[in-house]
């Protein structure tokens, strides 16, 4: 079904902001839930956050509520569609490879659990450092 590709990522300050955007030419993102997960080195891949326009409901991880907001494009604006993560007062501990996936269902699975995804992109390195 073709991977999602996520760009944005780069060097960033604490208390800096970034934004990232995750993006398909395989198929109309505004379909299905999409998800945004982190990777530190030797660390498990974690849930950021997952938005699903068709039913209107959004999650963070609670490492980054209030910090993060993620979004959906408008179709008019990008018929594709696109989803992206805006990160504000980041810290070191945001450091991470960033990566979007589709769990290929209209909402989002409870827990967002990696496994449960699919498309996954090769990822956007985020290093947050002074």
């Known amino acids: 079904q073709g991977q999602l590709v996520e760009s944005g990522g780069g060097l960033v300050q604490p208390g800096g902001s970034l934004r990232l955007s995750c993006k398909s030419s395989?198929?109309?993102?505004?379909?299905?839930?999409i998800g945004w997960f982190r990777q530190a080195p030797g660390k498990e891949r974690e849930a950021v956050s997952c938005?699903?326009?068709?039913?209107?409901?959004?999650?963070?991880?609670?490492s980054v509520k209030g910090r993060f907001t993620i979004s959906s494009d408008n179709p008019k604006d990008n018929p594709m569609n696109a989803v992206n993560l805006q990160m504000n007062n980041m810290n070191p501990e945001d450091t991470a490879v960033y990566y979007c996936?589709?769990?290929?269902?209209?909402?989002?699975?409870?827990?967002?659990?990696?496994?449960?995804?699919?498309?996954w992109g090769q990822g956007t390195q985020v290093i947050v450092s002074s």
């Open positions: 395989a198929f109309n993102m505004s379909k299905y839930a």
């Open positions: 996936a589709t769990p290929f269902l209209s909402w989002c699975p409870d827990p967002l659990l990696p496994g449960l995804f699919e498309s």
């Open positions: 938005i699903s326009a068709a039913y209107g409901r959004i999650y963070y991880a609670d």
